[in-house]
């Protein structure tokens, strides 16, 4: 039986129609996958259904009911719940305080009751398997803490719908693993769940059935079991999709970056020499020391010992604004939470590192950044109404692309890119690795630093893969592929020798 049918839903902004007609029926105890590539209106729907957004046309049925405009409380009460693309926790309150917000049990005097809300917190996490204390600020938690928060609060409420926008951005391969099996038994309890991702091998493990959005427009939907990756991507993308390997051996220059039994919170001992023009691909499990040694290079903290040499010169200052006059830059990880600063426009956003580059120029030059913008968006395919859009307007692939912009605009010479495709869609993907592979050309040097192996397969030069703080073993181009990464990740086997 089905649960929800949505019908011809039609929603725009400011006069531009970003869902135009769309179907989505999901059945009862069924993982269902809602594809489509960044902007293609996915979000936009379950703001719709949830009552974020009100509507603009179209029929909406729920668990045999005609659902007319509804506000986010009456669709929790039906029994949709909602973790959203990006966070959305307060940070002053603690954690069980934001799992009963707007629900606070009171006792009988008619005062919070704290002691029943914290032990169903503890019980709740205790049968999820979530390690997080329900009494701490959850501006103090990680964030892949803090996504698991996020999904415990909707499975509180026992909701009939779940719908997971984008779940496993933040987690590492067993906090998914955990997650799919959690979803799985409620699954055959009944439970239904949308589910939004761009990594083709959780689509596969986890959906029952899919449906296909492209341009805000109904493609297709149907079983995940009569489909292949291949297959869903060109409905998502349409016939220009092209997947064809575009490495290329490139010549390399001098050294321009070294690190000397480099050490500092969560490594140590990390040596690593890299070449002008060089790409080199850092990977290991969460904690494993890859991301936490790019931001000691960028000068997020301080190092405890070894040393990093840039351009033959001992590096003597870490501070994030020594690094890039140096000619470092860097995009972090986990978006919302480093990149993003919600006030301002998508312009003002990508210029930001420029801006505090060029502190001493008296003027900023409007219509060159906007020239120069016009240039990212057509690389990247950034889809945005204009330069002068709030960055919250953008959908979450498209505001990604922007930071990626914001760095290309810079003239740093050495490009630190930590998770860089976290929600980017296979055909950006692909465009972003040309570009990779173009700015290497280029002379500039590169260090990305991912979980996800097929990325650096079909960029990197090197892979040093980390294991316990330190690089456990460096594969060339042609060693690297997922089994061998996952068995010096895992330290299966243990390296004789690791080479710089
Ligand atoms: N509040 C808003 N104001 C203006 N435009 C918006 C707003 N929210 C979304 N849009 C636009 O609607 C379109 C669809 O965005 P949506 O966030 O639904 O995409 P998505 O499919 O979730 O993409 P992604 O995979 O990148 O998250 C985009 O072009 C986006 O810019
Ligand atoms: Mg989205």
């Known amino acids: 039986m089905s649960l929800l049918k949505m019908r011809d839903i039609v929603k725009s902004f400011n006069g531009v ?9 999901v059945e009862e105890g069924t993982v269902h996958a809602l594809l489509g590539e960044n902007g ?7 703001n719709v259904l949830t009552g974020v957004y009100t509507r603009d046309g179209g029929t909406i049925e729920f668990d045999g009911k005609v659902i007319g405009d509804i506000t986010i409380r ?11 693309q990006e966070l959305n926790l ?4 603690k954690v069980y305080e934001n799992i009963f917000l707007g629900k606070e049990y009171a006792n009988r005097f008619g005062k919070l009751d704290k002691k029943k809300m914290i032990a169903e917190t503890r019980q709740l996490f205790q049968e999820l398997g979530v390690e997080i204390d329900p009494t701490e600020l959850a501006e103090n938690l990680t964030t892949s803490q803090k996504q698991l ?10 909701a009939k719908l779940l719908i997971l926008d984008e779940p496993t951005t933040a987690l590492n391969t067993e906090e998914i693993n955990h997650l799919f099996g959690i979803i799985n038994n409620l699954k055959k309890k009944g439970t239904s769940f949308i589910f939004i991702s761009h990594k083709m091998p959780e689509i596969f493990e986890l959906s029952d059935r899919y ?24 409905l998502m993308v349409g016939d220009g999709y092209d997947n064809k390997s575009v490495y290329q051996e490139r010549p390399v220059g001098e050294t321009v970056l070294k690190l000397k039994n480099f050490s500092g919170p969560g490594f140590h001992d990390v040596s690593l020499e890299v070449k002008k023009g ?8 969460q904690g494993a020391g890859s991301s936490e040694v790019l931001q000691c290079m960028f000068g997020y903290v301080q190092p405890s010992g070894g040393e990093m040499e840039i351009h033959g010169k001992k590096a003597e200052h870490y501070s994030i604004h020594t690094m890039m006059k140096a000619g470092i830059a860097m995009l972090p990880s986990n978006r919302k939470e480093n990149s993003v600063i919600p006030d301002m426009s998508l312009l003002e956003n990508m210029y930001l590192s420029e801006h505090t580059l060029s502190a001493f120029k008296m003027h900023i030059n409007k219509k060159k950044e906007k020239e120069k913008f016009e240039n990212y968006r057509s690389m990247l395919n950034i889809k945005a ?10 959908s979450g692939g498209n505001q990604q692309k922007v930071f990626i912009a914001k760095w290309l605009n810079t003239d740093a010479q050495i490009l630190l890119f930590d998770n860089p495709t976290q929600g980017i869609d296979v055909g950006a993907k692909a465009e972003i690795y040309r570009l990779i592979l173009e700015l290497a050309k280029q002379g500039k040097t590169i260090l990305i630093n991912t979980l996800e192996i097929p990325e650096i397969q079909k960029v990197a030069d090197f892979c040093a893969v980390f294991y316990n703080g330190s690089i456990i073993k460096i594969l060339r181009h042609d060693e690297i592929d997922e089994t061998t990464v996952m068995l010096y990740s895992t330290n299966a086997v243990k390296s004789q020798e690791v080479k710089g």
């Open 149 to 158: 928060l996020e999904i415990s609060k909707a499975l509180f409420f026992k």
């Open 17 to 25: 129609t970003v869902l135009r007609g769309v179907n989505l029926t």
């Open 385 to 394: 109404e204009n330069s002068s859009a709030p960055i919250l307007s953008l």
């Open 40 to 46: 293609a209106g996915k979000s936009t729907l379950m």
């Open 278 to 285: 060089q790409i080199i691909g850092l990977t290991g499990l």
């Open 74 to 84: 009456q669709s929790e009460q039906l029994g949709i719940a909602f973790v959203h």
């Open 211 to 234: 449906t296909v959005f492209r341009n805000g427009e109904f493609i297709k939907e149907g079983n995940i079991s009569e489909v292949t990756p291949e297959s869903v991507t060109k």
């Open 90 to 93: 307060f940070n002053d309150l």
